[in-house]
């Protein structure tokens, strides 16, 4: 039997260098394309509403004396892609509402708060499907939020479940955010931060039990501030 002749052993090797390239290449793109990353590039599980708006800002316009000025808040606000208003903060009642109200001006729940729980539910059929968030309350943790009186937990737990249960009520669809706690460094009638973690951290397994267990079905979302009062880097 003849030797194939170099034309045909060249062919061949041709043919042969061909596939093994392409399997490479095959095997790299299935590798890239196909294979799934490994767990450490996984994509983050979605938290419910913390992917709507991801920036927003604060405005106090109630403090602007010239119309003017409050226009152009409004209309800086727009150019800057903030949409409108979705998330209302219900408190500052007034002064007729709180027999203790303080004279220097500070803010504090009403005495009633069964009447509070009637304002939240007139709010939500006002701006129903309107304003979807309501954050009942602002920084618990200041005395100045409570008349200039100790801080009470208790109440404030009371107070949120009630605006929960009346806020659902009306809307099932309606979100109550707890309101954040105050960056504080202990200052007077106003614990500090860290005490509250630490004091947190020290409660027995069962004594948290027992306080998350209150806690149930007064709020759909807790709402933080970071804690730290320095401006991070551009």
């Known amino acids: 039997m003849s030797r194939p002749s170099s034309r045909l052993r060249f062919i061949f090797f041709v043919c042969a260098a061909l596939l093994c390239f392409g399997g490479a290449i095959g095997a790299f793109l299935f590798s890239v394309y196909l294979t799934p990353p490994p767990l450490a590039f996984q994509p983050r599980r979605a938290f ?39 998330q209302a903060r219900l408190d500052r009642p007034p002064q007729w509402a709180r027999v203790n109200a303080s004279g220097t001006g500070s803010s504090g729940p009403p005495d009633d708060f069964e009447l509070y729980g009637k304002f939240v539910r007139e709010f939500v059929k006002r701006y129903q499907n309107k304003i979807n968030y309501l954050q009942i309350w602002n920084e618990p943790n200041l005395g100045r939020e409570w008349n200039d009186a100790p801080i009470d937990p208790v109440a404030y737990t009371r107070l949120l479940k009630i605006a929960y249960e009346n806020a659902k009520a009306v809307s099932p669809n309606v979100y109550i955010l ?6 504080t460094l202990g200052e007077t009638m106003a614990p500090n931060s860290s005490q509250i973690c630490n004091s947190w951290k020290k409660c027995t397994p069962r004594a948290r ?15 933080v501030r970071p804690k730290t009062r320095r401006i991070p880097a551009r």
């Not at 419910?48 to 316009?61: E, H, M, R, S």
């Not at 707890?178 to 960056?183: E, F, G, Q």
């Open 178 to 183: 707890s309101a954040p706690l105050a960056i």
């Open 48 to 86: 419910p509403n913390t992917d709507v708006n991801p920036y927003g800002a604060n405005f106090f316009l109630e403090r602007e004396v010239e119309a003017w000025k409050r226009e152009r808040t409004v209309q800086m606000a727009r150019e800057a892609g903030i949409g409108w208003a979705r």
């Open 209 to 223: 039990k027992r306080i998350s267990t209150s806690c149930r079905r007064t709020r759909s979302v807790w709402a």
